[in-house]
């Protein structure tokens, strides 16, 4: 035990093996640090901040490519090419997007009506939310409310062992096809 003690105390009062304990300490945190590092690319840092844009901006229904252009501090051909380089989509289509996506949480997961869930993500009228989420789902609104209540039910009643117990939603009697099932059933 003396002996341990003796080495401690040596390699404390040594320079030079207090500076490599410490350079293997340092060296082993820096490795370790460095592994769990991510930089997020320009493009990245981009389109996260268009997206949060978007979402704070979401039940405006005066959201138009101009004023994101503006406020992303951008000419708007610039927002167009750099967005549809990096998404596939134009400023116009990926603004629907997010609105739409937005509405798919708010059906599945409130009780608001189809007016409601429409203004909160910033379409003017009803009418046009429902045209554009047919367009894009292949099922209105409303259907796809009623599809996705029985597919809740349905999965809370199997993990309760009662599965029989409703009648399964019937797609073959519906204009749906396997995009809104997926959607649906996800």
């Known amino acids: ?3 341990k003690e003796t080495k401690r105390r040596s390699a404390i009062n040594d320079p030079e093996t207090l500076q490599e304990t410490f350079k293997r300490t340092y060296e ?10 991510y930089i997020q690319t320009g493009d990245e840092k981009f389109l996260s901040e268009l997206v949060e844009y978007i979402k704070q901006n979401i039940s405006n229904p005066n959201l138009s490519v ?3 252009s503006r406020d992303m501090k951008m000419s708007r051909v610039w ?14 289509e990926f603004i629907r997007a997010i609105r739409l996506q937005k509405a798919i949480q708010l059906l599945e997961n409130t009780q608001m009506k189809i007016s409601r869930v429409a203004s909160e993500v910033g379409f003017e009228t009803p009418q046009h939310f429902s045209k554009l989420f047919k367009n894009e789902y292949d099922i209105l609104p409303s259907a796809y409310v009623r599809f996705a209540r029985m597919a ?35």
Not at 28 to 37: A, D, P, W
Not at 79 to 92: A, D, E, I, Q
């Open 1 to 3: 035990m003396l002996h």
């Open 152 to 186: 809740k039910a349905q999965k809370i009643l199997k993990a309760y062992g009662l599965a029989g117990t409703i009648k399964k939603a019937d797609f073959n009697n519906q204009s749906t096809d396997n995009k809104s099932q997926n959607l649906i059933f996800k």
């Open 28 to 37: 082993g945190q820096t490795r370790m640090n460095s592994e769990n590092v």
């Open 79 to 92: 927002l167009y090419k750099k967005l549809l380089m990096l998404s596939g989509k134009s400023p116009v």
């Open 66 to 68: 101009e004023t994101l």
